[in-house]
């Protein structure tokens, strides 16, 4: 048997781990940035939640890695997890002030000191944060103590008032057109973080909520879903389709751009999912095709270029028409290539349109480093779509027809000849598969739903410029869908909602905010590596007796 | 009547001669073997047949028609299907779609018609549900069809490679070495399955074995590899009797010896 090291050692080591966590945060300045952001003005600040978490979290995994422990060993072992933890902060508090760190740490400044001394001076500041450290580890331990449900509840609720909190000026900006609820959730908040007040409404509210639905079985939604009549069915729809149609309307112009971009994004990754999730040609030039599509869009548009002046409508069979045949263009190369050799040869055609796209040369018909001002955008009747609330409209237009796509195609003929080619091509040319067509289709279906991302875009902005087109979009894009699950239809959205939405909602973190959004990319890729909502495939053969039945028959 | 006929099939690999000038004739409804040590050239010989490999020299003709320099998924098309040594299935797949995907030759349905979804195309993909379940019950894998394929046994990963080759309707099949790493009863089931293809189906089947004892009993004519060479064809008995083919299995010497104990 594998010896475990006892629970005090574990309580020793992860303190330590928790402590040194607690102290990069101070010392990449989070904690002092974030010591004027309120979550509970004039009590709780961002800046205190910051180095807290990490000491409560050591203690809180210390006591969940040995469980069925009495009550007193595990009082005992959460408060030395937090002693340890707090101790190492306790620590920076006491040299810094004997020594001068700013040499080389710029962020251990006095003002640092101060939080972390909750502003008592160096010696009871010490002897507080011990007792703070104290405290969280016995918090942990007592949370574990009670009974699951409350618990529950509980920890919902205190990670919801610390959302709402640190999001305050997210929800009053966007709630600011809502009449009088405006009013009403103004009253919520100060002017930084939530009243106490506000705070105890959220904390009843969503502690309530949570409690509720704690006493009921789990279920999963889709089956609930699946349960209703038709009718309930269809109003459920119904009214999802509402809400997304009135999104731009109820979130406001700085939310819409955010759903605009992650639609762009969707679009994008529903055609790459195509391509490496369904047929495995791991792609990373993919932004080329987004390239081609704006483009051709800017070309056959603008006037600036005097080549051609279409309409938006007009022009954008060509913007698919070129990007699908582009698409076609690289597959053919590259059809005898798998893995990394087709990952490097993509990522080269990736670079060669946009450095074409940048060159001089071509500038008398690709605008070189100006770009392509002056695009044309859709027009239905005399009414010109121009505003991201507008424009979201065609991007949910775009989504819709692309996504019914994919998902028809999935499960096809063709989708399970890209399914097949992807888990074992010499097997799958040798069960009839012609891996040309096949794989051709693949890289071309792939390629115009890129196109069409690109023409909304260059709609957009009504210019198109070679910056935009660089290899980083190519990678956000696969990054989506490895986040949402690979091949997985409804994954892709969850995973441009995370990756694109993400860091725009993250600005209250401001410089720290890729710091944050790495550390969430990292967490939630070793808490859930096959994706957020991983492939589920199709039940086909529809056999009554579960498969436990099955198993014993034999 | 002869189905297949490989008519001096020279394979080389550089200066490696793997197959040499060999001649083999699978009558129609047949059980036929090719038996040989490691190495002596039986699988690169179903690759030649199968459109992997193109041969240096000679011809493979299917009922008459020369397949020699085909594409693999043009030999499918034409009835050819083959099952792999290790097992090769669409791991991430469910075993109903591993046998949908080996009915792909004859399906129709293309880009549009996955989108459209028309009559035609439904009508289609209900058919092919319907074969493949059934399929999936000849085989024995009743109740499996919506398992993942690598999450399947051992054995029924073998049965579901067979049922995904006989999805394309073969009018040959080609099992390379369907029994390895299998135990003596389940070895025994497996040949008695492969006879209930033959019986019931009408399949023609050659099959690749490296122990001997495993196709005597089912085979009607067996051919012996070695290096690449054709050392012997004929019923079981005359195998068995064969010096060359107990001199291959049992190293030089031992045929004299063997032939003097039996004297």
């Known amino acids: ?46 800046g205190q939640v910051l180095f807290m978490a990490p000491l409560l979290v050591a203690a809180h995994i210390t006591l969940q890695r040995n469980p069925g422990q009495p009550r007193s060993t595990m009082f005992l072992a959460g408060m030395l997890s937090g002693l340890t933890a707090s101790a190492v902060l306790a620590a920076l508090l006491l040299i810094g002030n004997n020594v001068n760190l700013r040499a080389m740490l710029i962020n251990a400044s006095p003002e640092l000191y101060g939080i972390l001394s909750f502003g008592r001076g160096v010696g009871l500041g010490v002897v507080s944060m011990l007792g703070v450290g104290l405290l969280l580890g016995a918090i942990a331990a007592g949370i574990l103590l009670i009974p699951e449900r409350i618990r529950g509840a509980l920890t919902r609720a205190v990670i919801w008032v610390l959302m709402v909190g640190l999001l305050r000026d997210l929800i009053v900006t966007v709630s600011f057109r809502w009449g009088p609820l405006a009013s009403l959730i103004r009253q919520l908040f100060a002017v930084s973080g939530l009243t106490v007040v506000g705070a105890v409404l959220v904390f009843l509210l969503v502690g309530g909520i949570s409690y509720w639905r704690l006493g009921r079985p789990k279920q999963d939604a889709e089956k609930v879903f699946r349960q209703q009549k038709p009718a309930v069915r269809s109003l459920i729809l119904l009214a999802i389709g509402v809400v997304v149609l009135l999104l731009p309307l109820i979130l406001g112009v700085f939310f819409s751009e955010i759903l605009d ?17 369904f047929a495995g040609l791991l792609d990373l030039g993919y932004v080329a095709f987004f390239a081609i599509g704006a483009y051709t869009m800017g070309i056959l548009t603008s006037p600036e270029l005097g080549i051609a002046t279409l309409t938006w409508w007009q022009a954008l069979p ?13 597959g ?30 071509l500038r008398p018909w690709l605008g070189g480093t100006q770009g392509i001002q002056r695009i044309a955008q859709p027009r239905i009747g005399d009414f010109v779509l121009n505003t991201q609330q507008e424009l979201y409209y065609l991007f949910l237009l775009g989504l819709v027809i692309v996504a019914f796509i994919a998902w028809r195609l999935k499960d096809s003929r063709l989708g399970r000849a890209w399914m097949a080619l992807r888990e074992d091509e010499d097997v799958a040319m040798a069960m009839g598969i012609n891996h040309v067509a096949t794989k051709l289709l693949a890289f071309a279906t792939g390629a115009i739903f890129s196109g069409l991302a690109g023409a909304i875009f260059a709609a957009k902005l009504t210019s198109v410029y070679p910056h935009s087109m660089n290899f980083l979009v190519s990678i956000n894009v696969l990054s989506l869908i490895i986040i949402g699950g690979m091949g997985s239809i409804p994954g892709v959205f969850v995973g441009a909602l995370v990756l694109i939405a993400a860091p725009d909602l993250l600005r209250e973190f401001a410089e720290f905010r890729y710091l944050v959004y790495g550390a969430l990319l990292v967490t939630m890729m070793l808490t859930k590596p096959e994706g957020l909502l991983p492939e589920k495939r199709r039940q086909l053969e529809l056999h009554e007796e579960p498969p436990a039945a099955a198993v014993a028959a034999d | 009547m002869t189905l297949l006929i490989s008519k001096n099939v020279t394979k080389r690999f550089g200066g ?32 030649c047949v199968t459109g992997f490999y193109t041969p240096e020299e ?4 299917l009922e008459s028609h020369n397949i020699t320099g085909l594409s693999p998924d043009r030999v499918t098309h034409l009835g050819v299907s083959r099952t792999y040594q290790n097992i090769r299935l669409f791991k991430n797949m469910t075993s109903v779609e591993n046998i949908l995907v080996g ?17 035609r195309t439904r009508q289609e993909e209900k058919e092919a549900l319907t074969e493949a379940r059934r399929i999936l019950q000849f085989v024995g894998l009743k109740g499996r069809g919506d398992m993942m394929a690598k999450n399947l046994p051992y054995g029924e990963q073998r049965r579901l490679e067979i049922a995904r080759a006989l999805a394309s309707k073969p009018k040959i099949l080609l099992l390379d070495e369907p029994t390895a790493g299998m135990n003596p009863s389940e070895t025994h089931e497996m040949m008695n399955f492969i006879r209930h293809l033959r019986d019931e ?32 064809e004929g019923t079981p008995i005359e195998i068995q009797n064969n010096p060359h083919v107990i001199e291959a299995y049992l190293g030089r010497g031992a045929a004299s010896g063997l032939v003097q104990t039996a004297a």
Do not use: C
Request: glycine fraction near 12%; charge should be positive; hydrophobic fraction near 55%.
């Open chain 2, 58 to 61: 000679g011809d493979i003709l």
């Open chain 1, 1 to 46: 048997m594998e010896t475990k090291p006892s629970i005090w050692v574990q309580a020793v080591k992860l303190g330590l781990l928790g402590g040194v966590v607690a102290l990069f945060l101070s010392l990449v300045g989070m904690v002092a940035a974030f010591s004027g952001r309120y979550i509970i003005t004039g009590v709780f600040t961002m």
């Open chain 1, 318 to 330: 060509f913007a698919l028409l070129a990007s699908f045949l582009a698409g076609f263009v690289l």
């Open chain 1, 261 to 277: 971009n992650v639609s762009m994004y969707i679009l994008m990754g529903l055609g790459l999912n195509i391509v490496v999730g």
């Open chain 1, 332 to 361: 053919l190369p590259v059809l005898k290539m798998r893995g990394d050799y087709l990952a490097i040869v993509t990522l080269g055609f990736g670079e060669i349109v946009r450095l074409l796209v940048l060159s001089d040369w």
């Open chain 2, 201 to 232: 189906l009408g399949v023609t089947i050659l099959l690749i074995e490296h122990q001997m004892r495993v196709v005597m009993g089912i085979s009607e004519l067996i051919s012996v590899l070695d290096f690449g060479e054709k050392i012997a």
């Open chain 2, 16 to 47: 490696l001669v793997a197959l040499s000038k060999i001649n083999i004739e699978v009558k129609e409804n047949a059980i036929q073997s090719i038996i040989g040590p490691n190495g002596a050239g039986k699988t690169t010989f179903f690759n």
């Open chain 2, 103 to 119: 009915m792909h030759p004859h399906m129709k349905a293309g880009l549009i018609g996955g989108i459209f979804r028309g009559p």
